[in-house]
Structures are given as C-alpha cells and as structure tokens.
C-alpha cells in the first residue's frame, strides 16, 4: 500500500484540525469530511484501480477455448493455433522469450476479434486494460515525411515498448495493419523480442506481441478454392497448406511490414496464423450473432437477406465475402 504513510499524514493533519478548531463546529466537521473523502478516495483507488498483479492479469484457458469456439465463425486453423500458442506461453513460468504472433487475412475475417479475445482471457480488463496496448500505423506513424523522421519513429517506438514493459512486464501490444508500416521500421523492436533475459534491466519475456496484416493472404483463398472445389470440408484444411511460404513471401513484400525483417531471417515471430476468407454460412453465423449481440431476437430472414446484399468473390464462383464479416453491423440496421 504505497499511499499509507501520505494517507496517515494527511488524515493526521485532518483529525488534529477538529482539536485546534474545538469551538468551531461547522468547519470541523467540514474539515472532518474532507479527510474522510480523501481516504476514502485512496482506499477506493487501491481497491479498483488496475495494477499489474494476479488480480487484474490472470490467464483463462478455458475462457479462451470457449471464446474462440463459440465467437470466432469459419477460422478452424487459427483457432487451433491461437489456442495452443497462447495457453503455451501463458502457462509457461520461464519462457525464454515474448509470444510474437502474426496473423494474416482478408478484411474482416477475425484479426481484431481474436486480439480482443487473447486480451479477455488474460486482462479483467480486456481490451481497456492499461496493459494492452495498440498501435495503428496510419494514424500514430504516418509515411509522410518519413525519411527525416525515421530515427525519431523508432525511437518512439522503442520506448513505447520499453516504457509499457518496464511498467508492467505481462503487456501486450497490438501492431494493426503491419502493411501500411514504413517498411524497415518494425525491426527496431527487434532486440526486445529477442532472447534476452534483461535488456537495460528490462526483461520483455512475459509480453505478448501480435502484429495484424492483409499481407502474404493471396494464396488462403486458392487453398480453400481448391478445397471447395474438390468437395472436401473446408475443416480438413490444415497449417501447413496454407503457410509453408507464407514467411518468405512476408520477408520479400516491400508492402507487408516485414519486407527483409530481421524478425523473420532470426525466426523471432513464433507463429505466422492464417485466417480464411469466410463464406456466405460464416456470414448468416456473424448476422445471427451480431443481432443478438444488439439485444435483438436473431431472424434468419433478416440475416439472410443482408448477406445476400454483400459482394462475393472470385468473380464466377462467389464463394468468399469481400468484406468477411466486416460492414453487416451497419448492413443489419438497414435491414432491420
Ligand atoms: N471469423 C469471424 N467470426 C465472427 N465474427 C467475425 C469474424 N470475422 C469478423 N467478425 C466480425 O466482423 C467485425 C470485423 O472483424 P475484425 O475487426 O476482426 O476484422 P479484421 O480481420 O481485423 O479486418 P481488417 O483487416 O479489415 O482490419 C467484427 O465485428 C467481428 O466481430
Ligand atoms: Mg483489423
């Protein structure tokens, strides 16, 4: 309890105030009401202010298998890789080096979800938990003027990490749309993701790192075209026919944020997690959720009705919505 002596002190001051000021009801007792506030207020903060201990950050396994199972529609891969990655990292005591995750997919297909869901089962405070932290390049690192400004970025950026882990070692930091990222600039982070136990007395071990792209995807909806094709289940796709190049193809794009990244030749990005583009099922299976999620009773006419409003592709099959489940929040309100 950080702020006890200070507290006492105050109090001290306080409670010493109504003998001194004996002959003076009314401000004494206004005095007096004061102090009680301000503990009050102190022993309030202690309670419910968020700290970096088991409290406010304890992994739920569990929660996160049934968060996946029964909010994350059409990603059987990523599930899976999601929820061995994590519970592996999350339940090892000594890990020798940060989670880093890459996840790569169409437009709306899950890649925010999946954060936020990562970041429910591991913060009480999920998303709004002071210890996640994300990071939008078009707004907070924008390609103008870069080249001038490209040692203060990744200054900036450095001690964005540093501070945020030196603050509390379990954080976590989400990097959205790798691919509008100044190509190069990711490495900088390099060291912190590292196997190094300290670095300036600071060890990044415990922190969870997700970058979240659209590069590196053209070859998901081939794979699952085929599949579909061929009349196989879509369920029986596995890893490895979806990511074999997916590292390499990453490192030679100029445009996906990991263009000739040290993080990929040093193999520091633990797993590279594919997301499918949805079809027309995952579509009415978002519909349905996102209604009731509105406190509305879920209609399957309604629903079905929106989603044969969306664009599929390719062009002759229509098989994967353009925008996964991306604008049917908005859509399901016209047609509610
Ligand atoms: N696979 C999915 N299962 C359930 N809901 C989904 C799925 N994919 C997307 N959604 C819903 O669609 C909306 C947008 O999804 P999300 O933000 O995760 O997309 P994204 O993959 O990050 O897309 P982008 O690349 O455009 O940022 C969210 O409301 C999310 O709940
Ligand atoms: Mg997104």
Redesign the pocket.
């Known amino acids: 309890m950080r702020a006890t002596y200070k507290t006492f002190f105050v109090f001290y001051v306080l409670i010493s105030n109504v003998f001194v000021n004996a002959l003076e009801p009314i401000s004494t007792t206004f005095v007096f009401g004061l102090g009680v506030a301000a503990v009050g207020r102190k022993l309030y903060n202690y309670v419910y202010d968020e700290r970096c201990n088991s409290k406010w950050i304890a992994f739920n396994s569990t929660g996160l298998e049934v968060a996946l199972d029964q909010?994350?529609?059409?990603?059987h891969v990523?599930s899976r890789v999601i929820q061995k990655a994590v519970t592996g990292f999350m339940n090892n005591k000594n890990p020798k080096k940060p989670l880093v995750l890459s996840?790569h997919?169409?437009?709306?297909?899950?890649?925010?979800?999946?954060?936020?869901l990562i970041a429910e089962n591991v913060y009480k405070e999920g998303m709004a938990s002071s210890f996640v932290h994300q990071l939008d390049f078009t707004r907070h690192f924008p390609h103008r003027g870069q080249l001038e400004n490209y040692k203060v970025k990744q200054s900036q950026l450095q001690q964005w990490v540093k501070g945020n882990v030196t603050n509390c070692p379990r954080s976590m930091f989400i990097f959205?749309?790798m691919e509008k990222m100044i190509p190069g600039l990711i490495d900088c982070i390099k060291p912190y993701l590292d196997y190094y136990e300290y670095l300036d007395g600071v060890s990044y071990r415990q922190a969870i790192f997700i970058f979240?792209?659209?590069a590196g995807i053209e070859n998901f909806a081939q794979v699952a075209l085929e599949f579909w094709k061929a009349g196989r289940d879509r369920e029986e796709i596995q890893l490895h026919d979806l990511e074999p190049d997916l590292s390499l193809s990453l490192f030679n794009n100029k445009k996906s944020g990991l263009w000739h990244s040290s993080l990929i030749e040093k193999n520091l990005v633990d797993f590279f997690v594919p997301?499918l583009p949805?079809e027309y099922r995952?579509v009415l299976?978002?519909g349905m959720?996102?209604m009731s999620a509105k406190g509305l009773e879920p209609n399957q006419d309604v629903v079905d009705k929106m989603a044969r409003d969306l664009l599929y592709f390719p062009k002759s099959e229509k098989i994967f919505s353009v925008?996964?489940?991306?604008?049917?929040?908005s859509k399901l309100d016209y047609f509610t």
């Open positions: 909010k994350l529609f059409g990603q990523a996840l997919g169409w437009s709306g297909t899950g890649k925010n979800l999946v954060s936020q959205d749309e979240l792209s659209n997301f949805l995952h299976l978002c959720a996102e925008k996964g489940c991306k604008t049917i929040g």
